[in-house]
């Protein structure tokens, strides 16, 4: 692969990173997408093994999240009903407000869903933390694999 090549990989894996905290962009596909591209494109074994680390840490990454973070709303006895309302509004006020509406929403919607099921502002709010636990969880697990997916990059680069 040519170095300019090389040069829009890692700015992919760059604004995949980003998109990973930003949560904007599908940035954990970014990063396996550019990497997986210049695995197949290198070949040889150097290649292919940073290929089988980017799919594999991806997928271990995307399931872990969802357990983590599961197991804590679980936990803290927040239903999927309240998580789903918090979703929808902010995926509402993610169009009114553009970008900073999403977490408005989120935060927003989750609250106001668990009040209207149990009637009482603290339980309301402490599920509220819960999920926002659980998404800050879930986004450092996919900042995690998408790490290890750009560090495999990283040491293909060195050796080839």
Not at 30 to 55: K, M
């Amino acid at each position: 692969m040519s170095g300019i090549a090389e040069v829009v990989v890692g700015l992919v894996v760059l604004v995949g990173l980003f998109g990973v905290v930003v949560q904007v962009l599908p940035g954990a596909l970014l990063v396996a997408g550019a990497v997986v591209v210049w695995g197949v494109v290198t070949g040889g074994a150097a290649g292919w093994t940073v290929v089988a680390v980017a799919v594999l840490a991806t997928l271990v990454a995307a399931v872990g999240k969802y357990l983590l973070a599961g197991r804590h709303l679980k936990r803290a006895g927040v239903p999927n009903s309240t998580l789903v309302w918090g979703g929808l509004a902010g995926v509402v006020l993610f169009f009114l407000i553009p970008v900073i509406g999403l977490p408005l929403g989120f935060v927003g919607g989750t609250y106001l869903a668990e009040w209207v099921r149990v009637r009482d502002a603290r339980p309301a709010w402490r599920a509220t933390v819960a999920a926002m636990q659980a998404t800050g969880l879930s986004i450092l697990v996919e900042l995690a694999g998408a790490m290890i997916v750009t560090v495999a990059w990283l040491v293909g680069l060195a050796v080839t």
